[in-house]
């Protein structure tokens, strides 16, 4: 019925905080997304370009920089063990030169370096990153608890989020066709997880997530929308 319908996109509002983002730009945005994916249910349709030629390379970075804190006393604990040998295979997939630099320039050189890079770049983002992650598996891990029994992953990435949820939870990585090749590359698909080929800048949600055959709508379902919106823009209303 419309109610269950509705409800399948629910994000309720202590799910917003953390999974909007830092910014109350990027919640309103969040917001905005909720709200229209109410009104329609029909799914998200947006109304800005995304460059689809072949997998995000902006998606592999930000992932990589799980990696650096592998061997951080204070960070190392944020980053998932199980997800990140995928993370690295994923991202020597997409950029070829970050596996020959792991594998030439010894570790500790190459970790300073980048820290280097992210001091002049934007300093503080990759304990940002990590502890953002670390947010989202703990909320998630809450939802699950307590019913939830989808998760939706919006612009997913190479981050592998979905290994760290319980197998009796069905999760839907949404991304572009080029990025999910890279991932199914070196990481194949579970059955509890499926790996959702989309461009929301010009295809429905919903059509996407039903097309595949596993999603219910009238189950409790978490979307994790963490930096999409803003990446998209403004929705087509």
């Given amino acids: 019925?419309?109610?269950?319908e509705v409800d399948a996109f629910?994000?309720?509002?202590?799910?917003?905080e953390i999974l909007a983002g830092p910014s109350s730009r990027s919640k309103r945005a969040a917001w905005r997304t909720v709200e229209t994916t109410r009104a329609r249910r029909a799914g998200l349709r947006y109304n800005r370009q995304v460059?689809?030629?072949?997998?995000s390379t902006t998606a592999a970075l930000v992932a990589s920089t799980l990696l650096l804190l592998r061997d951080d006393p204070a960070f190392h604990g944020l980053v998932d063990d199980a997800a990140r040998d995928r993370i690295e295979a994923a991202v020597r997939t997409t950029i070829p030169a970050f596996g020959t630099a792991i594998d030439r320039v010894p570790w500790a050189l190459l970790r300073r370096a980048a820290f280097a890079v992210e001091r002049l770049v934007s300093p503080?983002?990759?304990?940002?990153?990590?502890?953002?992650?670390h947010a989202i598996r703990e909320h998630l891990k809450t939802a699950t608890e307590s019913g939830f029994r989808q998760v939706?992953?919006?612009?997913?990435?190479?981050?592998?989020?979905s290994r760290s949820l319980p197998e009796s939870v069905t999760t839907f990585e949404v991304d572009l066709a080029a990025t999910q090749a890279a991932k199914r590359a070196?990481?194949?698909?579970?059955?509890?997880?499926?790996?959702?080929?989309?461009?929301?800048?010009?295809?429905s949600l919903f059509d996407a997530l039903r097309n595949t055959g596993a999603f219910d709508p009238r189950a409790r379902t978490?979307?994790?929308a963490e930096q999409v919106v803003s990446t998209l823009g403004?929705?087509?209303?």
Avoid: C, N, W
């Fill in 1 to 4: 019925g419309q109610r269950s």
């Fill in 10 to 16: 629910r994000v309720e509002s202590r799910h917003a």
């Fill in 51 to 55: 460059p689809s030629s072949g997998p």
């Fill in 124 to 133: 503080g983002f990759i304990g940002h990153y990590a502890l953002r992650k």
């Fill in 152 to 161: 939706v992953l919006l612009g997913a990435g190479f981050d592998m989020l």
């Fill in 186 to 203: 070196v990481s194949a698909p579970t059955r509890h997880t499926h790996y959702v080929s989309a461009d929301l800048a010009h295809e």
């Fill in 222 to 224: 978490v979307f994790v």
């Fill in 234 to 237: 403004a929705i087509d209303r």
